[in-house]
């Protein structure tokens, strides 16, 4: 049974940092990408970052291009998302997402996490 399980998410100030990270288990995923994608209350999930599956090429939301950095440990069957200069508006359920396209499209996910809440502090 394959399951993508979020940490790191907690209560972060306006400009502050946190580090999610993804831990897979059930099979190993270091062929295939893996992404973030994020639902703050009331709005719909959307894109944040994807990372090919040896982990030389990541795409990235416009909207975070610049602060957050996504990476993995295949060793470790593990993808994190280092997210800097955070804004009160990323308040949101960050969920973790394995088996996508670089595209980032949702409909092409296998497999979703159940996701790790960031909660802005202002």
């Known amino acids: 049974q394959v399951q993508l399980v979020e940490s790191g998410g907690g209560l972060v100030q306006s400009g502050g940092s946190l580090r999610l990270s993804c831990a897979a288990s059930?099979?190993?995923?270091?062929?295939?990408?893996m992404g973030w994608f994020r639902q703050a209350p009331g709005k719909e999930r959307e894109f944040v970052a994807v990372?090919?599956?040896?982990?030389?090429?990541?795409y990235y939301a416009d909207s975070v291009k610049g602060r957050f950095t996504i990476s993995r440990d295949n060793a470790k069957n593990t993808v994190y998302l280092q997210m800097n200069s955070l804004k009160p508006e990323e308040a949101a359920v960050y969920l973790c997402?394995?088996?996508?396209?670089?595209?980032?499209?949702?409909?092409?996910?296998?497999?979703w996490g159940q996701g790790t809440r960031v909660t802005g502090s202002s």
């Open positions: 997402a394995a088996e996508l396209g670089l595209a980032g499209t949702m409909s092409e996910v296998g497999y």
């Open positions: 059930g099979r190993t995923f270091s062929s295939s990408a």
């Open positions: 990372i090919s599956g040896s982990g030389g090429t990541t």
